[in-house]
C-alpha cells in the first residue's frame, strides 16, 4: 500500500469530513460576501439583500447582511471587520 492510500484509509477509518470553512481560512480566502445596509426596513434594501443572496449563491458564495439603522458609528463597525483593513 503506497502512502496515498495508507492516508486515505486513515482518513475514512478516522471518519474525517473536511471543514470547507477552515480550509478557506488556511487560504486567506473566503466565500463570503458582506453588505450592510441602511435600513432592513425599507423594501428597497429587502429586495437588494435577496438579489445579492441570488446572485451570491448562484456561484457558490454566501451573503451575511448587517443593519447599520443610517447609524455611522455602526457601519464603521462592521467596516472594521473587513479582512482587508
Avoid: C, K, W
Avoid at 480550509?23 to 460576501?33: E, F, K, N, P
Avoid at 458609528?73 to 467596516?79: I, M, V
Amino acid at each position: 500500500m503506497d502512502l496515498t492510500q495508507r492516508v486515505t484509509a486513515d482518513i475514512d477509518a478516522l471518519g474525517f469530513v473536511r471543514n470547507e470553512t477552515a480550509r478557506q481560512l488556511r487560504v486567506g480566502r473566503s466565500r463570503t460576501i458582506g453588505s450592510v445596509v441602511l435600513d432592513s426596513a425599507n423594501p428597497f434594501f429587502t429586495s437588494l439583500a435577496r438579489g445579492a443572496q441570488s446572485a451570491a449563491e448562484r456561484i457558490g458564495n454566501t451573503v451575511l447582511v448587517g443593519h447599520s439603522g443610517q447609524s455611522a458609528d455602526r457601519e464603521a463597525h462592521y467596516f472594521d471587520r473587513h479582512p482587508s483593513n
